[in-house]
């Protein structure tokens, strides 16, 4: 539990980080939010998902050297998954809802279901998530010779 708060904290504080320097861009006239305005999943994975699993998704984000487990490689699902992207488990995944903490030990990979909705209406955490997991299905790449 406290690996995934640091790991939580790190996420948030670099968030915040960029926030300040966007704010300022921007004259200063925003306040400073965890939760972007933008629902476009290519938004939503540079904001919290690259700071672990990189900005091109394959793991190397500067959050990662922090993390004892190595984030996965998010352009190889669909190499894993015989071709297919393997949308339905990967919303379980990122939301929560399918992953059993105990069985697999700790994780650090923060459950987004619950931290989205603190934060907006639940029509636009859905939303934010689907474009999310489309954004992902994008960045796979191409299985390379035999399966
Ligand atoms: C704090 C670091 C961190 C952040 C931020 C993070 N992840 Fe992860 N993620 C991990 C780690 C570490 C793993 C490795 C698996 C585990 O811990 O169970 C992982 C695993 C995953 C997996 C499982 C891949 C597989 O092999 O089945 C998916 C999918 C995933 N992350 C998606 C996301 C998405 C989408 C976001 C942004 C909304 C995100 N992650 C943000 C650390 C992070």
Redesign the pocket.
Known sequence: MYRLSF??A??LFACAGWRAADTANAAGEQQPAILIESLAGHD??E???????GVTGR?D?P??SA????????T??AR?NEGRF?RD??RD??TGSG?QLAA?G?????V?GPLFRAFETDARVRER?EN??TY?ESIQVAPTGAK
Do not use: K, Q
Not at 47 to 52: I, L, M
């Open positions: 790991a939580l790190a996420v939503s994975f904001r919290y998902c690259a700071p672990c699993h793991g984000g959050v990662a993390l004892r487990t190595r984030p996965a490689d998010l190889a699902l894993r393997p488990r990967v995944f990122v992953r697999h700790t994780t650090e990979m923060p987004w998530i999310l997991l992902i």
